[in-house]
C-alpha cells in the first residue's frame, strides 16, 4: 500500500494562474517532506520541502503547506509559466532520515 | 559538474540474462539509493545504502541485488531479468546530515524482452 499518494495523476492550468498538487501521506512517523520536479529524459530535481514543525515553507513562486492532522500537503505555484509543465512528485522521510520514499508523480500542464 | 552518472543508459535485454548498472557519485555523498519508475507507480525505492559495505531493502527489492564496495559507487544487479523489471532506473545520493535533497542520475532505461 502506497504510504504517499498523490491522487491526481494530471493538472492542466492557464498560465498566470494558480496550480495547486495535492499529495496525502499515510504513515505518522514521516518528518520531513519534499517536492521533486521531473522533465522527460531527465532525472528528478529537488523543488521545496518543509519539516513537520512547520505548516509553510516559501521559495519564490513556490509555496508548500503542511496540515499534519490531516496528513496532508499541498504545492503552491504562482504564477505558473510553461516552463512549469513537468511532472511533480511528492517525498517523505522519517527521523532516522535514510528512507526517502515518494507519490506516484502529478503530471502539470501550463497551457500559454 | 559530474554529479551522479549511471552506466548504461539504455540496454535491451532477454529473459534470464543478467546485468549490472553502475552509479557513481563525485560530491563524496554517505546515502545511495536506487529507484525504478513505472508508469502510474511514480519513485519505488529498491535498495538504499548509508554507507560504504551498507546495503539495505526499499519497497521493492525482490530480483535486484546491490553492493557498495567504494563509498562513490553502488551497483545494481538484475540476476535473471524477467520482463515486469522493464523501468527506468534512477540513482541518487545526499549527505547523512538530517533530513535533505537527493541528488539524481539521468536515469537507465531497461527492456526486458
Known amino acids: 500500500d502506497q504510504q504517499v499518494k498523490q491522487n491526481s495523476p494530471s493538472l492542466s492550468v492557464q498560465e498566470g494562474r494558480i496550480s495547486i498538487l495535492n499529495c496525502d501521506y499515510t504513515?505518522?512517523?514521516?518528518?520531513?517532506f519534499l517536492w521533486y520536479k521531473k522533465y522527460p529524459a531527465e532525472g528528478p530535481t529537488f523543488l521545496i520541502s518543509?519539516?513537520?514543525?512547520?505548516d509553510k515553507n516559501e521559495d519564490g513562486r513556490f509555496t508548500v503547506f503542511l496540515n499534519k492532522s490531516a496528513k496532508h500537503l499541498s504545492l503552491h505555484i504562482v504564477p505558473s509559466q510553461p516552463g512549469d509543465s513537468a511532472v511533480y512528485f511528492c517525498?517523505?522521510?522519517?527521523?532516522?532520515?535514510?528512507?526517502?520514499?515518494f507519490g506516484p508523480g502529478t503530471s502539470l500542464s501550463v497551457i500559454p | 559538474n559530474a554529479g551522479v552518472t549511471q552506466t548504461p543508459k539504455f540496454r535491451v535485454l532477454k529473459t534470464g540474462q543478467s546485468m549490472t548498472l553502475l552509479c557513481a557519485q563525485d560530491?563524496?555523498?554517505?546515502?545511495m539509493y536506487w529507484y525504478r519508475q513505472d508508469p502510474g507507480m511514480g519513485l519505488r525505492l529498491i535498495h538504499y545504502?548509508?554507507?560504504?559495505?551498507?546495503?539495505a531493502k526499499g519497497e521493492v527489492p525482490d530480483g535486484y541485488n546491490v553492493s557498495r564496495l567504494k563509498k562513490q559507487n553502488f551497483l545494481l544487479g538484475l540476476e535473471s531479468a524477467a520482463p515486469s523489471q522493464t523501468s527506468v532506473y534512477f540513482c541518487?545520493?545526499?549527505?547523512?546530515?538530517?533530513?535533505?535533497?537527493?541528488?539524481f542520475g539521468e536515469g537507465s532505461r531497461l527492456t526486458v524482452l
Open positions: 541518487a545520493s545526499r549527505n547523512p546530515s538530517g533530513p535533505g535533497e537527493l541528488f
Open positions: 504513515n505518522s512517523m514521516f518528518d520531513y
Open positions: 518543509i519539516s513537520s514543525i512547520k
Open positions: 517525498a517523505a522521510e522519517g527521523t532516522s532520515y535514510d528512507k526517502v520514499i
Open positions: 560530491m563524496n555523498h554517505e546515502y
Open positions: 545504502s548509508v554507507g560504504e559495505g551498507t546495503t
